[in-house]
């Protein structure tokens, strides 16, 4: 299946939007079906249609591609006199956009703590070390969306979980879609843009303020492809 | 432009120049070997020291620009009649290189700081931040890095050798260190 696309296909064949879009759910139905499978053939036809019945809702899902996603934090340093960003450089999971019902997106995150990356070296060890995102004992950063309040066409509230260092605790991230252009020979393209901030003293991290402020900014950045509406086109 | 007639004396403002000039020298260097050493345990501390490093250097830069101002409007008092033609060439391409590296270490350190990864601004006074002049480069920054702390070093041991003979001067009769002192 096309990582990314609209697909009228894979939105009717899908109510539901939770867990990962990865799974191999078939973007079309197969059009190999011979006549020695005509029971392949039945199923296919028949297995979209049994869920049609449920109340209507025109799901378009995207799966955003992990490569075309940055997750960014920033703190204050030393009373916010500068700041220190970092990246998470390997996360997987999915981002489930549907932005005709955006209250029907989901997102859920899982980003490896020890791939945590700033320019600063003295800023990389003490992110690694115990006191901070410890990996050795908590290996990932995990974010589910639980409930997704819409305020705009174009801007959601996401309401979800936040596990770090083995604490979960509820979070509320804002997701805007922004910048939409058509990019040549990609079809329209946005960008998902979702900040956040949580303490970081909420989440056992609570040693070395005023060196690094309590407060933890998120930056998400998905690059998405939007292909039109009706088209097949990945 | 000097005047025509040299001046007997060192004015004063280029007295208490000189001798702030070397004591921001003195304790830039000593805070050098101080912060440097600091564990990253003791972030907020050796944040603040590097701020005073950084501070102290810029001051040093000021001072010696002013100084050499000075050195153009006031000139400067001749070296004793009793110097050899030697000791006279050898105080004045001296005297040079430690106006040269006066100026070089401080831009040097700057510069160690503007192309820094870790973006942490010169905070002038620990309150005043100056803009970084470079974009980042892990590149340049190693580079400027050594070259800024062995132009300190060479700053350092060319001061305390004009130091030593100018106390060599004072007790061989000669008291330019004096006249430095007190006019």
């Known amino acids: 299946m096309p990582s990314m696309g609209r697909d009228p296909a894979l939105g009717k064949a899908r109510r539901a939007v939770s867990g990962p879009v990865r799974e191999d759910v078939p973007s079309r139905p197969h059009r190999c079906a011979r006549a020695k499978h005509w029971w392949l053939l039945a199923f296919v036809l028949v297995f979209p249609a049994s869920l049609v019945a449920a109340p209507a809702r025109s799901a ?13 934090f920033v703190v204050g340093n030393m009373f916010g006199v500068f700041s220190t960003t970092g990246d998470f450089k390997q996360l997987s999971g999915s981002i489930l956009l549907d932005l005709d019902a955006p209250q029907h997106s989901h997102v859920d995150v899982t980003v490896a703590s020890a791939s945590i990356e700033t320019a600063w070296d003295t800023a990389n060890k003490m992110l690694l070390s115990p006191a901070f995102l410890d990996p050795a004992q908590y290996p990932s950063v995990h974010f589910v969306s639980d409930r997704v309040v819409q305020l705009a066409p174009d801007h959601v509230i996401l309401h979800g979980y936040l596990t770090l260092r083995g604490i979960t605790r509820p979070q509320e991230l804002d997701a805007r879609l922004i910048d939409e252009q058509s990019q040549p020979g990609m079809g329209p393209v946005a960008d998902f843009v979702v900040t956040g901030q949580f303490n970081r003293h909420d989440f056992g991290m609570t040693t070395d303020f005023p060196t690094v402020s309590w407060k933890v900014s998120l930056k998400i950045n998905a690059h998405i492809f939007l292909t039109p509406k009706g088209s097949n086109a990945p | 432009m000097p005047p025509k007639v040299p001046p007997a004396t060192w004015s004063a403002a280029q007295r208490r120049l000189h001798w702030l000039v070397a004591a921001g020298v003195v304790a830039a260097f000593a805070l050098s070997l101080v912060m440097t050493r600091l564990s990253d345990d003791q972030l907020l501390l050796k944040f603040l020291l590097y701020q005073l490093h950084k501070t102290l250097g810029l001051l040093v830069l000021a001072g010696t620009l002013a100084r050499l101002v000075l050195l153009l409007r006031h ?36 510069l160690t700081n503007s192309t820094s990864p ?66």
């Not at chain 2, 030697?86 to 106006?99: I, S, T």
């Not at chain 2, 973006?119 to 980042?136: E, H, S």
């Open chain 1, 60 to 72: 378009i899902l995207y799966q955003v591609d992990p490569s075309y996603v940055s997750i960014r």
């Open chain 2, 75 to 110: 000139g400067r008092p001749p070296l004793p009649g009793s110097f050899t033609r030697l000791e006279k060439r050898a105080a004045y391409l001296g005297h040079g290189v430690l106006y040269v590296l006066l100026i070089v270490v401080p831009v040097l350190g700057y």
């Open chain 2, 118 to 183: 870790s973006r942490i601004p010169v905070l002038f006074m620990l309150v005043i931040p100056l803009p970084n002049l470079t974009p980042p480069s892990r590149y340049w920054n190693d580079l400027l890095v050594t070259c800024h702390h062995f132009a300190a070093i060479a700053l350092v041991v060319i001061a305390g050798v004009h130091a030593l003979i100018a106390i060599i001067h004072q007790l061989r009769g000669q008291p330019i260190l004096r006249r430095m002192w007190s006019g």
